[in-house]
């Protein structure tokens, strides 16, 4: 049985959006970079990554090789995409008040954030040995090459955020009681314009509280004579 805040379902929908707390989170800002990642990538092949020399036909910058250029605008759109869809998962996460919803909203992040890390870096290996092995006769005037270095280049950051945002889904899944862990807004403090509750006890005395969740005391009612009653004394011989 799973306690009733795991995944910080007791908090569903109790605080209001902020977009502020929402977008300062460290968890958005490597989301809005992997997107911001993403884009370059896909966009360097698009717009400069194919070439043609003496023919319509289109060639690929990295060794003429169109599976490298296939494999980077793929890559790149598949995680533009999943930015997008994770970036609105983060702002109706909390206020989804079922635990196995959160959960399961947890568990596709750690593997979306695992799997686009390793498709990252396999990119990252496979256009960067394309690259070098691409001639500098294949390029005349080394057309596209800016295109190919930025594309390497933001594949290997993108490794890094995405590998981040995968440390991050999974201690979200292995501590899941923990709602800080889960929604971007924090635990509010305590009002201070609380008024003071007073529990009377025994004796008469009283004790001030200011916090409205604390149970008063448990109390027993003592027997006056049982409180005047004198203790027997020891016959005299």
Same mark, same amino acid.
């Given at each position: 049985?799973?306690?009733?805040? #795991?995944?910080? #379902? *007791?908090?569903?929908?109790?605080?209001?959006?902020?977009?502020?707390?929402?977008?300062?989170? @460290?968890?958005?800002?490597?989301?809005?970079?992997? /997107?911001?990642?993403?884009?370059?990538?896909?966009?360097?092949?698009?717009?400069?990554?194919?070439?043609?020399?003496?023919?319509?036909? %289109?060639?690929?910058?990295?060794?003429?090789?169109?599976?490298?250029?296939?494999?980077?605008?793929?890559?790149?759109?598949?995680?533009?995409?999943?930015?997008?869809?994770?970036?609105?998962?983060?702002?109706?996460?909390?206020?989804?008040?079922?635990?196995?919803?959160? *959960?399961? #909203?947890?568990?596709?992040?750690?593997?979306?954030?695992?799997?686009?890390?390793?498709? /990252?870096?396999?990119?990252?290996?496979?256009? #960067?040995?394309? /690259? +070098?092995?691409?001639?500098?006769?294949? %390029? @005349?005037?080394?057309?596209?090459?800016?295109?190919?270095?930025?594309?390497?280049?933001?594949?290997?950051?993108?490794?890094?955020? /995405?590998?981040?945002? =995968?440390?991050?889904?999974?201690?979200?899944?292995?501590?899941?009681?923990?709602?800080?862990?889960?929604?971007? +807004?924090?635990?509010?403090?305590?009002?201070?314009?609380?008024?003071?509750?007073?529990?009377?006890?025994?004796?008469?005395?009283?004790?001030?509280?200011?916090?409205?969740?604390?149970?008063? @005391?448990? =109390?027993? =009612?003592?027997?006056? +004579?049982?409180? =005047? +009653?004198?203790?027997?004394?020891?016959?005299?011989?």
């Amino acid at each position: 049985m799973e306690p009733a805040g #795991a995944y910080g #379902a *007791r908090k569903a929908g109790s605080v209001v959006f902020d977009p502020v707390a929402f977008f300062t989170h @460290p968890r958005t800002i490597l989301r809005l970079l992997s /997107w911001v990642f993403s884009i370059v990538v896909f966009s360097c092949i698009v717009n400069e990554g194919y070439i043609n020399i003496g023919s319509e036909r %289109l060639l690929c910058v990295f060794n003429n090789n169109a599976d490298a250029c296939n494999y980077g605008i793929t890559i790149g759109v598949a995680c533009f995409l999943g930015s997008i869809c994770f970036l609105i998962l983060d702002v109706y996460f909390p206020t989804i008040s079922n635990i196995r919803d959160r *959960r399961r #909203a947890v568990l596709l992040d750690l593997v979306f954030s695992g799997l686009s890390s390793f498709l /990252w870096f396999v990119g990252f290996c496979f256009l #960067a040995n394309q /690259w +070098q092995a691409t001639s500098p006769d294949e %390029l @005349p005037l080394a057309q596209g090459s800016d295109a190919a270095r930025a594309t390497i280049a933001f594949c290997f950051f993108s490794i890094l955020t /995405w590998f981040v945002l =995968t440390l991050s889904a999974l201690r979200r899944f292995l501590t899941g009681s923990n709602t800080n862990l889960f929604t971007w +807004q924090h635990l509010d403090p305590a009002p201070s314009n609380i008024r003071a509750t007073p529990y009377p006890i025994a004796n008469g005395a009283t004790i001030v509280t200011t916090n409205p969740y604390q149970a008063p @005391p448990f =109390t027993e =009612t003592l027997d006056p +004579q049982k409180l =005047t +009653q004198q203790r027997p004394m020891a016959p005299a011989f």
